[in-house]
Nanobody
Framework: QVQLVESGGGLVQAGESLRLSCAASGMIFSVGVMNWYRQAPGKQRELVAQ???????NYADSVKGRFTISRDNTKNTAYLQMNSLKPEDTAVYYC??????????????WGQGTQVTVSS
């Protein structure tokens, strides 16, 4: 009924930038908090950044000052601007959102993930 689609991943060199996008679509009544997680090989999935409908944000300590999360509520889309990328940022990045589905209720929804690889 609803889905999240990420885009914008790729291969970059250390110090470069990438911008990820996450678009929600389907029978959406409203979208609540939107989150970006990442999972590196052999590691647990971790919360990178989150943004509430108010625009309030939170960041993992490892990305503060380098990553910026934003959202466009008119497009049900979240963005993650990643600057000064480091090899340790290499991971699959997942979008997650709390979505109220028309006629169905609240759904915790995940995207399929997008690979970010940072070479040294």
């Amino acid at each position: 009924q609803v889905q999240l689609v990420e885009s914008g991943g790729g291969l970059v060199q250390a110090g470069e930038s990438l911008r990820l996008s996450c678009a929600a679509s389907g029978m959406i009544f409203s979208v609540g908090v939107m989150n970006w997680y990442r999972q590196a090989p052999g590691k647990q999935r971790e919360l990178v950044a989150q943004i509430f409908t108010s625009g309030s944000t939170n960041y993992a300590d490892s990305v503060k000052g380098r990553f910026t999360i934003s959202r466009d509520n008119t497009k049900n889309t979240a963005y993650l601007q990643m600057n000064s990328l480091k090899p340790e940022d290499t991971a699959v990045y997942y979008c997650n959102a709390n979505i109220i589905v028309r006629g169905s209720g609240r759904r915790d929804t995940w995207g399929q993930g997008t690979q970010v690889t940072v070479s040294s």
